[in-house]
């Protein structure tokens, strides 16, 4: 098993991890509401849960 003969330093390891970087989620805005919301999921609106624009459940009192 091949290892190093010298130690890199900490820069060094870090310049090769700059690349994995995390992105921005891609936002969708619903027609109904106008509200900005992560594709594919529920989102509360006004005390309503809503999903592809239309009401799934209203929060309880």
Do not use: C, Q
């Amino acid at each position: 098993m091949p290892n190093p003969k010298h130690k890199h330093s900490k820069s060094r390891r870090d310049k090769r991890r700059t690349h994995y970087k995390a992105t921005a989620p891609t936002l969708a805005i619903d027609a109904s509401t106008g509200e900005a919301h992560l594709w594919h999921r529920a989102f509360w609106h006004e005390g309503k849960l809503m999903y592809k624009g239309k009401i799934v459940m209203e929060r309880e009192a």
